[in-house]
């Protein structure tokens, strides 16, 4: 049986795939402009709070909503090896998942099956073909993970592929203030470096808490 493979367009590009369509709207560098879009900014820039002081950001994708992506349904299913998943509420358990988008900065698990982030598609080259929009987003995202960590956000698990880690870093430098990072170099076919670096987070995060009660007692 021969390799499973996806083909990609005339432009080298894997063919996007959207189970809940496309908003014409939310198509390329003018979805910044749409209403629904500017509404998402503010929300993460005013509302939005971790539940948790570890967060693990992984890139979006060209499949939406992303949690139906085949590398989102990888990290689902180790998350769950690892005891990091709440079958109830059927989200992330002691860790945030946060997907790095190209329009939306920075989108939280239980928002990828929402919309605009079901809906939309921008393809980061055409992001970094455009100063003005690049220099946007870099901004937001500086802003929103400097506000997470004055909401208590810690350390980051940085699981990005080259595109995604540039408009990372560069908002890391534009930022006054950034959580502790653990970065994990980009692998589609095996997450064993995320793995290790999940269960070493979470070791010391338990032995933290158990040590913490000890001292309360």
């Avoid at 929009?133 to 592929?161: H, I, Q, S």
């Avoid at 560069?170 to 692998?187: F, I, Q």
Wanted: with cysteine.
């Amino acid at each position: 049986m021969g390799r499973l493979a996806i083909h990609k367009d005339e432009r080298g590009r894997f063919p996007p795939r959207h189970a809940k369509g496309v908003d014409p709207g939310l198509v390329g560098l003018r979805a910044f402009e749409h209403p629904a879009v500017r509404a998402y900014h503010e929300w993460l820039l005013e509302e939005y709070r971790p539940r948790y002081s570890v967060a693990l950001v992984t890139p979006c994708s060209n499949v939406k909503p992303y949690p139906l992506s085949p590398t989102s349904r990888k990290i689902r299913g180790l998350l769950r090896r690892l005891g990091l998943w709440d079958e109830a509420g059927d989200r992330p358990r002691g860790v945030e998942w946060l997907y790095l988008s190209d329009l939306l900065i920075l989108v939280p698990y239980e928002k990828a099956w929402d919309y605009p982030a079901c809906c939309y598609e921008l393809h980061p080259e055409e992001l970094m073909r455009s100063p003005r929009r690049y220099n946007m987003v870099v901004d937001l995202l500086a802003r929103a993970v400097e506000r997470l960590v004055d909401l208590g956000l810690e350390r980051v698990v940085v699981y990005l592929p080259r595109k995604h880690l540039k408009i990372w870093e560069d908002a890391r430098h534009r930022a006054s203030k950034w959580p502790v990072e653990h970065r994990v170099k980009y692998n589609i076919f095996s997450l064993h470096g995320l793995e290790e670096t999940l269960q070493h987070l979470t070791h010391q995060h338990t032995r933290r808490i158990t040590l913490d009660a000890w001292l309360k007692r």
